[in-house]
């Protein structure tokens, strides 16, 4: 017999959220990873908002909605406050009940930025990775680093001289004959010839956002505006200790490679793993005055490598080498699954948050089955 399709709508509903959510779906045992690292933050939200006024969006839903952007790869706020109206799944991870309004996209977006002030971020990554049973899968001695290109959000059309003044050149306001003719109009996406000119980081800038620079990583490859976002990862299970964003310039990765080091916590000698581009004197001078193995890749095309055979006849030297392309992974699943190809944001102070959030992101989908294993 055939089913008819009539919908009748029921008066009241009294399914939860939870009930909704299967048992065995991956995002319960992230929810509690996540619950666990927000109630180490507690005291940090309630250093960032006033005691008295309207309540604002809580932070742990906040933060909560993010990560589910990253998850599911979705391109903006605006789309994700849509789909948080009406996707159960999305209501549950979030905190949400069944009838609980959806928040205003701008609300929402203002709310972000407060969380950017308090650098919550990277205080959340270190939250992760202090959990006990989260800290029992790091290793503390073996760890490798590397550095990709994020394509900023601003179009090579915006790449314009630092002295070259707004406008179309026309002088509508001055005085005379075309002083009473109306403003001449200019197109939205206006046609820009970019032969003969030299452009460069010194002479130019993006209009659009200002911290973006051009850059290319390899020869052959095109220029583009870019940041340049940095990782370590621990060599045990790949896991990510730590992120920062910096400029796209050609010694960023050393740089940015020495102060995450830095931070790291203990005294006792590690190894770092890098590849050819790493390869420098100075660099790997500076790592040896740290107490840091230096197990970088030897870059002899028609140069002297700084790593000596006191490095490389280590096995774990062969070791390092190996497990350090796994690196490799972060930036794929980064750029892949978590939008970071090329960045929604502007400036480096949002692209470098989410940049960071996005590492936590990729800690979260892979720790359920790693504890599991554990």
């Not at 179009?155 to 630092?162: A, I, Q, T, V």
């Not at 480096?348 to 800690?363: E, P, S």
């Amino acid at each position: 017999m055939r089913g008819s399709d009539i919908q009748t709508a029921g008066l009241f509903s009294y399914v939860s959220c939870e009930a909704r959510v299967p048992t065995s779906h991956p995002l319960r045992a992230i929810r509690a990873i996540v619950d666990e690292a927000l109630e180490v933050l507690s005291p940090d939200f309630e250093a960032m908002y006033s005691a008295i006024g309207r309540p604002s969006i809580p932070p742990e839903k906040l933060l909560r909605a993010l990560l589910l952007q990253v998850f599911y790869t979705i391109r903006s706020e605006r789309q994700l406050m849509e789909q948080m109206d009406y996707n159960l799944l999305f209501r549950w991870f979030v905190g949400l009940s069944m009838d609980a309004p959806i928040w205003d996209v701008t609300v929402f977006t203002k709310n972000r930025e407060r969380l950017l002030a308090g650098d919550i971020a990277a205080k959340f990554l270190a939250a992760l990775l202090s959990q006990p049973r989260v800290k029992a899968l790091l290793s503390d001695e073996h760890f490798s680093v590397d550095g990709t290109l994020i394509e900023a959000w601003a179009s090579m059309k915006s790449f314009k001289p630092k002295d070259e003044t707004d406008g179309d050149g026309d002088d509508n306001n001055g005085s005379g004959a075309d002083a009473n003719k109306p403003a001449k109009a200019t197109a939205r996406n206006p046609e820009r010839d970019f032969h003969g000119e030299k452009r460069s980081n010194a002479t130019h800038a993006s209009t659009t956002d200002p911290d973006a620079r051009l850059y290319k990583k390899a020869r052959g490859q095109a220029a583009k505006l870019c940041h340049m976002g940095h990782v370590t990862m621990e060599n045990r299970n790949g896991l990510v200790v730590d992120a920062t964003l910096t400029h796209a310039t050609g010694t960023a990765e050393r740089e940015a490679a020495l102060d995450m080091v830095g931070r790291m916590d203990g005294r006792h000698r590690i190894t770092l793993a890098a590849d050819k581009a790493y390869d420098t004197a100075d660099f790997v001078a500076a790592l040896r005055d740290i107490k840091v193995t230096p197990h970088v890749a030897q870059n002899t095309a028609n140069r002297r490598s700084a790593i000596d055979g006191r490095t490389t006849h280590h096995p774990g030297y062969a070791v390092s080498q190996r497990i350090r392309k796994r690196i490799e992974e972060v930036f794929g699943w980064a750029k892949t699954s978590g939008g970071m190809r090329k960045t929604r944001h502007r400036g480096k102070d949002r692209v470098g948050w989410m940049f960071t959030l996005t590492a936590t992101a990729y800690n979260l989908v892979r720790l359920p089955k790693l504890l599991t294993t554990a």
